[in-house]
């Protein structure tokens, strides 16, 4: 160990001379901004970001993207909420009311929270990594532009009918699209068109950005990167796009197929001619259950980066860790049908089912345990990306074990497709993953921008989110026990739902002012934030050698590492890793 | 209002048991009563779980925060351990097993129940946005509302459902008697429901199925086994014969216009199947799958526009004369 010790010493002494740069030894974000005064007109800067082929240009622009979609989406939800504000409301047309909640879910999976990441990982990948860029730039470019033409493919369906009410509009038939309500029998002129094409194109560009992210990782470390020294960060976005690779596949074909019989006179879920309308859910399930880890795989990932930093102690059991997220990607192929346990399978397959779904909570649970055990003994820093991460934990929990209630396969049949599920899952989507992209955001933003994100905006954010989170997701698992079914515009006076919907219309908009502020936040700190300077967090991993923005290329000569964080090993020179 | 709210937010469950009619914790029937003793047991493993996890959390947090009086060194750096790994990976394998045995003997006993011969046969076909009902026995047609007869354990009679689809998936779902089960075009599955007591059991579809799914509302009537008699006697008979004169021309209109092409009438030259059986269309409280009371008035306008009430409703309005409404109006009030 000493041995070892003496070995990083010289290196580190070298590296500062010629090879990896150490934090504050490079040209200040001030420095570099003085020079985009020459970068030239706005036209040219336009034509360089719509042609760029860097990875750091494409992670702005998918994260770009996805926060204008995550304002459509909210918008959208906004507008659901009003109309379910109380009983028999008439503020929104069932009609209207059914294309909103299909845009919304379709917006937040698929061009929200799937990019969003993308985005993470494209900025990031190539910096933890301690290389000039992605593996296949051309491929990320072209990846980006199909998720982005997908989602205006989606929106134009607005346009593209005759107004909100026309029969050629915005899709209307739930974002799992259950046929044959999606067959030209029951789904007149192009809606149900845009949405299977919207997500065959954005799937082509998933795809090219999964094969990206695992050629990348897989044959461009710097030297001395051994995969076990990999952030684990890196980790869960292979796993995420191994997960991409194989689910987004039968997502897309079910599309086709569903294209082939609305337009070549398939069967394949036409009903009234003998098709199968299961063979549907069994396609969209098998792409929608694994969609969940594609999704959560780099929430974990951010959530590792984060908790050891503002613990200051190492992640407890690396190895563990990704042996987890290996097998809870695995495991998560073999569930899909624990949507489906109300479709009449037998007793076995529902057991089966239920049993699959259950041990999905056990690599779970190991990772929940290693977090705990990260923090276990460490000097916790409350800065506004560990708020986020430590109520991610406590909401990661709950969220699992409303999985676990739905993974009773009887309990099941009574929450099914209820409001507890629609709880449970944004429990998932907003408690874990959203909260996770929040604490990426202030985590990393000064790393992006050179700026760090005001530290009050921040925790008034944090605040009024959590508290509009638990407001709209705590009550709205009990309309759901009180017998209300998703996707429903209105409801009747007698059931005695009407306050616990007033009261998660009343949570939902304290979360739209929470985001709102975000939103202010990143803009006013581009200007007038602290300046960050390379490493603000006194972090460990190589994206915090480099300047903040880090320039063209990353590092100046290919970075040496020697354990999993290479910054430790520098500042702290007598105790290795 | 606002204590009330609060009292429900603190207290939980129980509290909504009296208040609400579909309320899946207060169950009638013997399907419904398993699921949720094995939801009790689900809900106390969990909270067990959340409570020790969710407190050493809370515990992990305010114990390991930074002092303020911290001298910025770092904290020993401790990098993992098999045995503690081993260890919380052995406790939810554990945990699991006994949840999953639990959740597989009432998956079985539920699905796999032997039908006796007492039970009931009924057929329910979803439509685009209503249910339509027959009792294959006694040759009955009704709609949107199921009558079934109680279930005592001295004389078990349970309803055994027979489930299709005309149109798309839609989802049988009355909380108190049982959970729900999709209701699937080309597709036949089964549900059986055994209610304990006489009364009305509300629910509804629970799978999107279209523009009008919110008012795809469902009804089952519990009767004692007397009352359920008498109600198949009732409905099997064929319509009655108009009395008055409005009523007959009222008939006369009926039959002229487009209703026959949707509608049935028994013992008429009304056939249609498309829409509701309308042979005994005032024995039902309810028009439009739920979606208002069957009083006179809501029919005459439920007739000449069916989206005052239900939009995206598959009947058209057929632009009738308002002397051509009162006389249909006066015909189908017959229909007891």
Known sequence: MAQRGAAIRQEGKSMSESSMPLPGRLPDAAEQESRADTFGNIVEILHDWVTTVDHKKIGILYILYSLAMLVAGGIEILLIRLQLAGPRLNIIPAEVFNRLFTMHGTTMIFFVAMPIFVGFANYLVPLMLGVRDIAFPRLNAFSFWMTAFGGLLLYYSF???????????????????YAPLTERAFSRGHSTDFWALALILSGFGSIGGAINFITTAFCLRCKGMTLFRMPLFVWLMIVSSVLVILAVSPLTAAQAMLLIDRYLGGHFFDTQAGGSATIWMHFFWIFGHPEVYVLIMPAFGIASEVIPVFSRKAIFGYPAMVAASVSIAFVSLSVWAHHMFTIGMSAAGNAFFALSTMIVGIPTGIKIFNWLATLWGGKIRFEVPMLFSLAFLFQFLIAGLTGIMLAVAPFNWQLHNSYFVVAHFHYVIVGAILFMVFAGFYYWYPKVTGRMLD??????????????????FDVMHIPGILGMPRQIY???IDRGWGTLNLIVTIGAFIQAIAIIIFVLNLIVSLFKGKIAGPDPWDAWTLEWTTASPPHDYNFDAEPVVYSARPLWDLKHPDDPD | MLANLVAMLLCGLPLFAGQSQTNIFSPQSAPARSIVAVSYFTLAITGLIFAVVGGLLVYVIIRFRRRDNDDTTEPPQIFGSTQIELSWTIIPVLIVTVIFLTTARVIFDVQDAPKPKSALDVTVVGHQFWWEVRYPGSQVTTANEVHVPVSTPSAPTPTFIKL?????????????????????????NELWIAPEKAGL?????????????????????ADTPENFATWIRQQQLPAAAPQSDAAAQGRKQFEAQACINCHAVNGTVANGRFGPDLTHLMSRDTLASGAMPNTAENL?????????????????????????????????????
């Open chain 1, 159 to 177: 346009l593209g009918g005759d107004g909100l009410q026309g029969a050629g509009t915005a899709p209307d038939v739930g974002w799992f699209a």
């Open chain 1, 455 to 472: 530290d009050r905006l921040g925790k008034l954010h944090f605040w009024l989110f959590v508290i509009g989170f638990h407001v709209t």
């Open chain 1, 490 to 492: 209105t409801y009747e």
């Open chain 2, 164 to 188: 299709t689809s005309a149109d798309v998936v839609h989802s049988f779902w009355v909380p108190e008697l049982a959970g729900k089960t999709d209701v699937i075009p080309n597709r036949i």
């Open chain 2, 201 to 221: 059991f509300e629910g509804q579809c629970a799978q999107f199925c279209g523009a009008e799914h919110a008012l795809m509302l469902l009804r089952v009537y």
């Open chain 2, 300 to 336: 005459a306008k439920w007739i000449d526009d069916p989206d005052t009430f239900k939009h995206g409703s598959l009947m058209p309005s057929m632009h009738l004369t308002k002397t051509q409404i009162d006389q249909i109006t006066a015909y189908l009030v017959t229909l007891k």
